[in-house]
């Protein structure tokens, strides 16, 4: 399963490389909170974003770990909070849209935000509306350059006219490099880093916290657990702040079931019998 390049490579191992120094962690860990990006690393990449739906074995193995008592699962996107439930529909889990943005309790951007917001979105409809495979998805109140079916001169055309338009606007709004898309996004949302810092701030002590993330967006998370989690690049290797990785949605699955059985059987148990 594993090549002698991931079983030689300190700096990012293969999660199973080092399997036993992981389970002695999640074995000593009184509780264990779970979060877990959704595109690229629970399910594939399809053409239209709007195709994917979280597979039956990854939807089985998140409901047995929701029920376990010492672990708490957290799916955390840039998806809309309710377009993210409805493609995992997994019962007991946590769901974090938008970024982080979109937890329990409403919160609301600034008028300046969604003016430029707006604006900005507005001039690119128009500006890019003549590159084949170029669209705007409009998640209200952010938005997504999508450039996945696009050439890449023109991939690279958007790209570039989004960056300039959203820097025009750099007092209100910034912009995030993911897989084949650009988001748009206020200075309010903070991004996934900020959101796992304030779900673990409410934890007890002792608390092991896993993240799991392909994209550019999840390198906040893994900053922000630089250090104390177990954090984990699912996809190729790449420059990342992540400690340990993961090739593709499948083996992110193993690793669930993995975790799943260990928590069962007890050889991976959640700290010691009081
Ligand atoms: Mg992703």
Same mark, same amino acid.
């Given at each position: 399963?594993?090549?002698?390049?991931?079983?030689? !490579?300190?700096?990012?191992?293969?999660?199973?490389?080092?399997?036993?120094?992981?389970?002695?962690?999640?074995?000593?860990?009184?509780? +264990?909170?779970?979060?877990?990006?959704?595109?690229?690393?629970?399910?594939?990449?399809?053409?239209?974003?709007?195709?994917?739906?979280?597979?039956?074995?990854?939807?089985?193995?998140?409901?047995?770990?929701?029920?376990?008592?010492?672990?708490?699962?957290?799916?955390?996107?840039?998806?809309?909070?309710?377009?993210?439930?409805?493609?995992?529909?997994?019962?007991?889990?946590?769901?974090?849209?938008?970024? /982080?943005?979109?937890? #329990? @309790?409403?919160?609301?951007?600034?008028?300046?935000?969604?003016?430029?917001?707006?604006?900005?979105?507005?001039?690119?409809?128009?500006?890019?509306?003549?590159?084949?495979?170029?669209?705007?998805?409009?998640?209200?109140?952010?938005?997504?350059?999508?450039? &996945?079916?696009?050439?890449?001169?023109?991939?690279?055309?958007?790209?570039?006219?989004?960056? &300039?338009?959203?820097?025009?606007?750099?007092?209100?709004?910034?912009?995030?490099?993911? #897989?084949?898309?650009?988001?748009?996004?206020?200075?309010?949302?903070? @991004?996934?880093?900020?959101?796992?810092?304030?779900?673990?701030?409410? %934890?007890?002590?002792?608390?092991?916290?896993?993240?799991?993330?392909?994209?550019?967006? !999840?390198?906040?998370?893994?900053?922000?657990?630089? @250090?104390? /989690?177990?954090?984990?690049?699912?996809?190729?290797?790449?420059?990342? %702040?992540?400690?340990?990785?993961?090739?593709?949605?499948?083996?992110? +699955?193993?690793?669930? %079931?993995?975790?799943?059985? /260990?928590?069962?059987?007890?050889?991976?148990?959640?700290?010691?019998?009081?």
């Amino acid at each position: 399963l594993v090549d002698s390049m991931d079983r030689n !490579d300190t700096k990012l191992p293969h999660l199973f490389s080092v399997w036993p120094r992981v389970a002695s962690r999640l074995h000593r860990a009184k509780h +264990i909170l779970l979060f877990l990006d959704f595109d690229g690393t629970l399910v594939g990449f399809k053409p239209r974003p709007e195709d994917v739906m979280l597979p039956a074995p990854a939807r089985i193995v998140l409901a047995r770990l929701a029920r376990h008592s010492r672990l708490k699962v957290f799916l955390i996107s840039g998806r809309r909070r309710a377009d993210l439930r409805r493609r995992a529909r997994v019962p007991g889990v946590g769901y974090i849209g938008l970024h /982080g943005w979109e937890r #329990n @309790g409403r919160r609301s951007l600034s008028v300046e935000s969604r003016k430029s917001l707006r604006a900005v979105r507005s001039i690119l409809a128009g500006a890019l509306e003549k590159l084949p495979g170029v669209w705007i998805e409009d998640k209200k109140p952010v938005f997504v350059v999508h450039y &996945r079916r696009a050439l890449a001169a023109d991939a690279r055309k958007a790209v570039a006219i989004t960056l &300039r338009r959203v820097d025009s606007r750099r007092n209100d709004l910034y912009s995030v490099r993911g #897989n084949r898309v650009v988001d748009v996004l206020p200075l309010e949302i903070e @991004g996934k880093g900020q959101a796992v810092l304030d779900l673990v701030s409410d %934890q007890p002590r002792g608390t092991l916290v896993i993240y799991a993330g392909d994209d550019t967006t !999840d390198e906040t998370a893994f900053a922000a657990l630089a @250090g104390r /989690g177990i954090t984990i690049l699912v996809g190729p290797r790449r420059k990342t %702040q992540a400690r340990f990785r993961l090739r593709n949605p499948q083996e992110l +699955i193993s690793f669930l %079931q993995k975790l799943q059985q /260990g928590l069962a059987s007890g050889i991976v148990t959640a700290g010691r019998a009081p």
